[in-house]
Structure formats: C-alpha cells, structure tokens
C-alpha cells in the first residue's frame, strides 16, 4: 500500500426485483459490459409497464397480496401520453424510467468515464463482453484462437452480426474503428490503456506510423491481432469501449456523429437532450436474449428527491416537461445511506424491493509520491496507519461496504489472493514512522 490508502472496495449494488424473465433482460442490457456502470450502489426498484403484453403481465404481475405500491401495471392508452417530441406514441410500450445524468460523450472511443459508459454499452459493442457472471464470453466474435506463442488472435466474426440500421458488421470495420482508436487525432484518453498492447497502436499514438501494424483482415469475417508480448488479459481490454466497432460510413458523415450513432448494442440512441437520454430497442440486434424494454428514459438532472419519485410518483410539472406518461415513476433508484435503515427494514414494503449485490468499485486515497512528503515511503505507510477504515465504514457507510484489501475488486480474476492483508489501525507505529523519515525532524 505504498502508493495509497485503499479505503473500501465493494458497496452494495442495485439488482432490479423484475421477476424471471425481466431480470433475464437486464443481463440483455448489460450484456456488452461488466456490469460495473449501472450496478454500482444499493437500491430498490419496480416494473413499470405502459399496455404491457399479455406475457410480460403473466411473468410480472404483482400478486394479490402485494401493496400497489411495489408494482405497478396499470396499462396506460394513448390519451394519457404526453409527447410533443415528435416521437411515436409510448402507449403499448415497456418502458424503464431511471434517474441519469448528462454524460460527456457518446463516442466510445472517447469514453472513460462511467456516466458516458453507461449509455455507449447499451449502445455500441466488440469482439469481446462479460456476462451478468463475469465469465469473459466471444460478442461480435464468433470464436476466436489463440496461437501458440500467445502473440496472435484470430477472431471469427459472427455473420449474423449487424449494425443497427442492418448493415452486416465485417472485420475491416474492426480494423477501420481500431485504427481510429489508436490515431492521435480522435484524442481518446484509454486507446493506450486498452488497445497499446496491440503491435504498432502506440507507434500511432505517438504519431510515429500511419497504421497499426499488428491489425489485419484475413477475410470479412476473420480479423486478425497481434500483440507485443503475451498477456493473459488481454482478451479482457477487447470487451472496453476503447475496442467496440464503429461504421465508418457513420462517422465520417457529420462531426455530431455521436449523437445519431449507428451502433451495434442492444438499443439505440433516440433522444439525447438537455433533460433527457432516450434508448429505444435495437430491433436488428444479433444476440439472444433480445431486449425485452421498448424503451429506457433517463431523466437527467430531474428536480425532485429520487426516494419521492420512486413511492409517490413523479409530479405533473416533470411528466410535462420531461413527455412522459401519465402516472411515471421512477422504476430503479440508488438507495442513499439516508434511505437504507428503512429500505431494509423488513416491516417496510420498501424492502421488497431492495437488492444489493457486490460492485466492481474500488475507493482509495493517492498520494503524489514525487512532492513531498508523500515522496517518503514512511510517511505514506504512516498515514495509512494513521487511518481507522473499520470506524469509517461504520460511521460513514454503516457497515454496508467491506475494506479493500487490494486494488482488485470481488469478482475479478486474482481478488482472493490471501497474501494481501490490510494495514491495521495503529497511530502509535504511525507516529513512529513519522519520526523516521526523512521529515521527522519538520
């Protein structure tokens, strides 16, 4: 822990109570990802249906004994729609009301941050993705080969794979969106994070070379990469949005590409406005299970407390506004530590409701160990001595967050490693140590 104190690695995560096959969706909705962007905090949530069909109304009704409150399925008609956007009529649709926030990018390849990711992995896709078990699973491949030296994956494209607008996905879009990646021009913060280990994308990043050399089509559905050295993860960086496929007939066509993309992901960008992202399903989406939700709506930055939004509804003035329908509520929200004790009260309906589950976070504190004094080891290991996490989970997070033992979060490869144990609570050795350094005498 010389470099930082890691304080805290998983909190609770928000899993919608969306019966069988609706929780079957939302691995849909996750598919392209690893979950980390929307299952980050403790929450509740409910289904919240517009005319649903008779199927879904079977899978997800409430029973008799529930309160109203829990689910709703009131269906709703044409007249009770408010919609002056230009869009279609929402009656006869599942809709998904979440609150969002407005994020700084739709482009993938410009994407690091996890409120854009939150939408471009709904959006767009790659070679590779994560299932709601994090086992890493072939996307747009089909299969893919490992040489044996461990140098060169061969990738098979599967032929069903399309864009959004029906256009067959080949590998010399691959080869098209990674050259992008790694061309200084498009200014992405991650291409050498994530796509570097690739042979000749940092000579292009560093303006060096006019192509990456270890890309190649062998044919338009095999794509071929090579590596600069093996890595067993590097499989795992072909899943980030630094390395989903992009048309290139899209992008070129209009500098705002991004906010009309022709994507690959389960849904597609309907609406990107000041108070709200609309996602609608992608109906030429390749893999199974389909997208079961018409259509996503985040309410960005919406002025009202979200535990109201999500028990009362939300009021005429932000249905208006936002063109909603009648009735809306918020049908997942984040559960603040202000919230939690009666979220899970078990005399409280809100319980029903609430799931957590581990997230892929980790909190820490960094030290600039090139000023000082942080460029003493013994300063840094006495501040974290100096550090009580146990009382801080506890007055801070009320024991629903475990302290990080290391920078790997639960259920990533390499977590449990039982040589890593966290620094104890001990001001008197952090006193000591100060005294040590070279700034013990200060």
């Given at each position: 822990m010389g470099q930082g104190l890691i304080l805290k690695m998983s909190k609770p995560a928000l899993v919608l109570p969306y019966r069988k096959r609706l929780i079957f969706l939302l691995a849909t909705l996750l598919v392209s990802f690893s979950l980390a962007c929307v299952s980050g905090i403790p929450g509740i949530g409910r289904q919240q249906n517009v005319s649903p069909s008779p199927d879904v109304v079977e899978s997800g009704a409430a029973s008799s004994d529930e309160p109203s409150a829990i689910i709703k399925n009131t269906p709703e008609t044409t007249e009770n729609i408010v919609n002056t956007s230009g869009e279609t009529d929402l009656a006869g649709q599942q809709i998904l009301i979440l609150p969002g926030s407005e994020p700084p990018?739709?482009?993938?390849?410009?994407?690091?941050?996890?409120?854009?990711?939150?939408?471009?992995?709904?959006?767009?896709?790659?070679?590779?993705?994560?299932?709601?078990?994090?086992?890493?699973?072939?996307?747009?491949?089909?299969?893919?080969?490992?040489?044996?030296?461990?140098?060169?994956?061969?990738?098979?494209?599967?032929?069903?794979?399309?864009?959004?607008?029906?256009?067959?996905?080949?590998?010399?879009?691959?080869?098209?969106?990674?050259?992008?990646?790694?061309?200084?021009?498009?200014?992405?913060?991650?291409?050498?994070?994530?796509?570097?280990?690739?042979?000749?994308?940092?000579?292009?990043?560093?303006?060096?070379?006019?192509?990456?050399?270890?890309?190649?089509?062998?044919?338009?559905?095999?794509?071929?990469?090579t590596i600069d050295e093996p890595k067993s993860f590097f499989l795992a960086k072909m899943s980030y949005p630094t390395a989903y496929v992009l048309d290139q007939e899209n992008v070129e066509s209009d500098p705002a590409w991004s906010t009309h993309p022709n994507g690959s992901g389960p849904f597609r960008l309907a609406q990107a406005g000041q108070n709200k992202v609309v996602l609608r399903k992608n109906d030429n989406y390749y893999r199974d299970p389909k997208p079961i939700l018409d259509r996503v709506i985040y309410l960005i930055n919406a002025p009202i407390d979200l535990m109201t939004g999500y028990e009362h509804g939300l009021p005429e003035d932000i249905i208006t506004s936002y063109e909603l329908p009648e009735g809306s509520t918020y049908d997942i929200i984040p559960v603040s530590l202000a919230d939690f004790y009666r979220a899970t009260d078990p005399h409280n309906v809100l319980s029903r409701e609430f799931t957590s589950s581990k997230s892929l976070n980790v909190f820490y504190i960094a030290f600039n160990v090139k000023k000082p004094p942080f460029d003493d080891v013994k300063i840094r290991q006495a501040f974290n001595l100096a550090l009580d996490k146990p009382r801080i989970v506890k007055l801070m997070y009320h024991n629903t967050t475990p302290i990080a033992n290391g920078i790997v979060p639960p259920g990533i490869p390499g977590y449990e490693n039982p040589d890593l144990s966290d620094h104890q609570f001990d001001p008197e050795r952090a006193r000591q140590l100060i005294t040590e350094s070279s700034y013990g005498d200060v």
């Open positions: 990018t739709f482009d993938p390849h410009l994407s690091s941050d996890a409120t854009s990711a939150e939408y471009v992995v709904e959006i767009f896709s790659g070679l590779m993705a994560y299932d709601p078990e994090l086992n890493l699973i072939p996307d747009i491949a089909e299969s893919y080969q490992i040489s044996d030296d461990g140098l060169v994956y061969t990738f098979k494209i599967k032929p069903a794979a399309r864009f959004q607008d029906g256009k067959s996905i080949r590998a010399k879009d691959f080869k098209w969106s990674f050259e992008r990646a790694c061309d200084p021009a498009t200014g992405s913060y991650t291409a050498d994070t994530y796509m570097g280990d690739i042979a000749g994308c940092r000579d292009k990043l560093q303006g060096q070379a006019g192509a990456v050399a270890g890309v190649k089509v062998v044919d338009d559905l095999t794509l071929q990469l």
